[in-house]
């Protein structure tokens, strides 16, 4: 099971890039890297998914580097509304067990 | 497309209650579901998954249970409540990634 480690929290600024970087050194092959935002007194919802190299989608970029060990979670211009939790998960489709580690504390201040 | 529900959003239990929250999903079959554990300020706790219906792993030993009496139904129980188990409540299913229910804040006084 690939562990992850992410910082416990983060202080950005209102229109900031913000970067939030997970290591998984023991991921596996058939292994996915998926970022998920939870807002208080809501479950967790998906943001990007990537195997390798960059994702972007309209909320969004993962940047992957080739030896997949680390990830990283880059939000371009945040807002008050980005403050929020975001765990880092890996996982495979065939894994029950996947671990959420304590996420990181993002608090995006005016 | 896929859906998942949770009831009830809150709750209130006295200890020695009982506990029953339920979980449906919509538009997908034989689903992975999950339960997890969130106290407050910390991160997801997995209690329990099921592979089908009847089929139910623990991960960790505590106060609860948990059923699949039907494939998309996934039930977390609890005979008499502890002041412990207060929490907030996630099922969740899994495909291609986690899909997360809307949780239940439990609070047992």
């Known amino acids: 099971l690939a562990k992850t480690t992410q910082p416990i929290s983060m202080d950005s600024y209102e229109g900031q890039e913000v970067n939030i970087t997970c290591s998984h050194n023991?991921?596996?092959?058939?292994?996915?890297i998926t970022w998920y935002q939870q807002f208080p007194s809501q479950g967790p919802r998906f943001i990007i998914q990537g195997y390798k190299t960059k994702v972007t989608n309209e909320v969004a970029s993962l940047f992957i580097p080739a030896d997949r060990k680390s990830s990283t979670l880059s939000l371009p211009r945040v807002s008050l509304s980005d403050t929020a939790v975001y765990y880092c998960?890996?996982?495979?489709?065939?894994?029950?067990?996947?671990?959420f580690g304590a996420g990181t504390r993002l608090f995006v201040k005016a | 497309s896929q859906t998942i529900h949770q009831w009830p959003a809150t709750l209130v239990q006295p200890v020695g209650s009982p506990l029953s929250l339920e979980c449906t999903v919509e538009?997908?079959?034989?689903?992975?579901l999950y339960w997890y554990r969130q106290a407050a300020g910390r991160g997801l706790q997995l209690l329990f998954y099921?592979?089908?219906?009847?089929?139910i792993s623990s991960e960790v030993p505590q106060n609860l249970s948990a059923s699949r009496p039907q494939d998309r139904q996934f039930i977390l129980s609890s005979k008499k409540l502890l002041l412990s188990d207060s929490g907030f409540y996630l099922c969740?299913?899994?495909?291609?990634?986690?899909?997360f229910g809307s949780g239940t804040r439990l609070t047992v006084v």
């Open positions: 538009g997908t079959s034989n689903p992975n």
């Open positions: 099921s592979v089908g219906i009847g089929q």
């Open positions: 023991n991921i596996a092959t058939n292994d996915y």
């Open positions: 969740a299913w899994s495909g291609n990634g986690y899909t």
């Open positions: 998960l890996v996982f495979n489709t065939g894994g029950f067990k996947t671990i």
